[in-house]
């Protein structure tokens, strides 16, 4: 496969219009390599937190929600879907976003309240 159409190579180049400044730009690329495969981890973990720096909201909670599809048993990526809900002012799907992490983590799912708190009842 040559570089064109090499997700990771493509996913290199897009990271480095990131580091160099231009998100809009990075994020553009990114978008190319989904078209090319769709299910390319990398690609749609780092839309989520681009798009999300953009104030693209529903497009980072697209990406992010599609990590968890990809990796569904992967706690990391339920708690990057938490985060980005979070900054998303979208606290009760985030708050099921980290409940999932948890159990993936084999910890109880939270029930809100830090367990510290809870003797001030």
Do not use: W
């Not at 570089?3 to 990771?8: L, R, V």
């Not at 339920?78 to 998303?88: A, D, M, P």
């Not at 002012?89 to 985030?94: G, K, M, V």
């Amino acid at each position: 496969m040559s570089d064109a159409q090499d997700p990771n190579a493509l996913y290199d180049a897009a990271v480095a219009l990131k580091e160099d400044g231009n998100l809009e730009g990075a994020v553009d690329a990114l978008l190319k390599i989904i078209e090319i495969d769709p299910d390319h981890l990398h690609t749609n973990m780092a839309l989520g937190v681009y798009l999300h720096k953009l104030g693209r909201f529903e497009e980072a909670i697209k990406y992010a929600v599609r990590v968890t599809e990809i990796q569904p048993n992967d706690p990391f990526s339920f708690t990057q879907l938490s985060v980005i809900y979070q900054r998303c002012n979208r606290i009760p799907e985030a708050e099921d976003a980290m409940a999932k992490a948890h159990v993936l983590q084999g910890r109880p799912a939270s029930t809100g309240q830090p367990e510290s708190s809870k003797h001030a009842q």
